[in-house]
């Protein structure tokens, strides 16, 4: 299916940064629909920071590549012409920042994954330890990173008289216009304190919250787009059919129609975000740790595992309980919707793409409902399960002995804290012991660190396998 406007109609108006197989599948999908249905000058200038893979297949495409949409046997293609083109920051560093002084460009989107930005959560500001942060610091006119880059942008605006720009975190992460602001509003602080004022007062950071399931492309992906396309497409991406989109409507400098894709402006997006986080993103989670140790290699192969299944059904209905009612959702219905996207044999999500940075991912999506649900007296068992499994995976070794890396920026400190350690108990206590990552009600709660240990135990003992058969034989969950 072909856009339904010429794209040389329609400028730049939105710099991207990661233009992976997410933002190709997701933003730049809802774009593509916006530009259709109410034109405007809203296409994307991509920015990648660190690779040029990216760049060198879309641009000779210019920025056109095919979206799959599969649902069982079935396959949809549609050609995208939203990203007019990708910059490659490492072969032009000044590229990326000249592309965010265009006076046309009035937002800016990001989905670049939380360890990109180098955002301290816990004191909400900019992290002067990552080394994207440091770099830029200590030379802010001419920066790399993230932050860096906004901040230089927003300040060379306000110095030559154009307006702020929006930014929209489109990432994964809770509160994230709230935490992309106190990383930017930070940043600017240790350099132009009266900049850090004017972002402050100035430049929106609406909220959003993402949800498509999104494999990385495969020889298949490009097979097909090939087929569908009746041209050769190195760019092409792969989906399902379900999209979601939340955003808090509060841009300063107008935005495209994304409604016309679907696309939900809410006054408070956290609500829908941790629906998502704990219902979606962390059930997922249990399946990449227990599924990728059991021998699964994608979602829709632990799926058709009876046992684990079952704890995944357990998971989101215990998550599900960690969570207030929510308007226009039913939370049940949403549940089974889940388990569905799951069970879609045409997505071949891997295990372990998802299990990387569980650092980042494990206190949103399984440790803060463990915590809530001890304190209100739900059913905080799978949890402990989940914390377990991505426990075992933290040992870097299959059960066969073989070995894998966890792809987690704290991985040396990980691989540190456990080192030579056999004992469940030690592991546990180890990994509970790690910076930052356990909220003190469940480092000190024993019942807590006792049911972890013991099904840490099991996994050690007897396999994940036979742990995910043992776990699910005693599981029980109800719809109430």
Sequence with gaps: ???????????????????????????????????????????????????????????????????????????????????????????????????????????????????AYGIDRAAMTADVNHPAVAADLANPANPAGVLGLLVEALRLRKERGLPAFSVLCCDNLSDNGNLLRAGVVGFARRTDPALADWIAGNVSFPASMVDR?????????????????????????????????????????????????????????????????RILNGAHSLIAYAGFLAGHTYVRDAMADPALATLVT??????????????????????????????????????????????????????????????TSEDWQPFAFATAAWMRYCLGRHDDHTTYELRDHREAEIRTAIHGLRNAGDISDALHALPGLFDATLRSNRDWRSAVAARLHKMLENGMAAAITDEASTASWFPH
């Design 213 to 277: 399931i999104t494999p990385a492309p495969t020889q298949r992906t490009l097979d097909d787009a090939a087929m569908l396309a009746g041209a050769h497409d190195l760019a092409a991406v792969e989906t399902e059919p379900f999209r979601q989109w939340m955003i808090e409507d509060r841009f300063s400098a107008g935005r495209p129609a994304w409604e016309a894709g679907g696309a939900l402006f809410v006054s408070n997006v956290r609500p829908y975000e941790q629906l998502k986080l």
């Design 1 to 115: 299916m072909l856009p339904g406007y010429d794209p040389a109609d329609h400028g730049i108006g939105i710099v991207h940064f990661g233009v992976g197989a997410f933002h190709r599948a997701h933003q730049a999908a809802f774009t593509d629909d916006a530009l259709a249905a109410a034109g405007g000058d809203w296409r994307i200038a991509g920015v990648s920071l660190r690779g040029t893979a990216v760049a060198d297949a879309l641009n000779p495409q210019d920025g056109l590549y095919t979206l799959i949409e599969r649902d069982g046997a079935h396959a949809r293609g549609r050609i995208v012409a939203s990203i007019a083109h990708v910059i490659a920051a490492t072969r032009d560093r000044r590229a990326p920042l000249e592309a965010l002084l265009s006076p046309n460009v009035r937002v800016v989107t990001l989905s670049v994954t939380e360890k």
């Design 314 to 375: 357990r998971h989101v209905h215990a998550a599900r309980l960690t969570l207030p009612e929510l308007p226009g959702i039913d939370l049940c219905r949403y549940c089974e919707d889940i388990l569905a996207r799951f069970r879609n044999p045409a997505i071949a999500h891997e295990t372990s793409q998802i299990a990387m940075d569980g650092t980042q991912k494990l206190p949103q999506r399984i440790l803060l409902p463990a915590k809530e649900a001890l304190q």
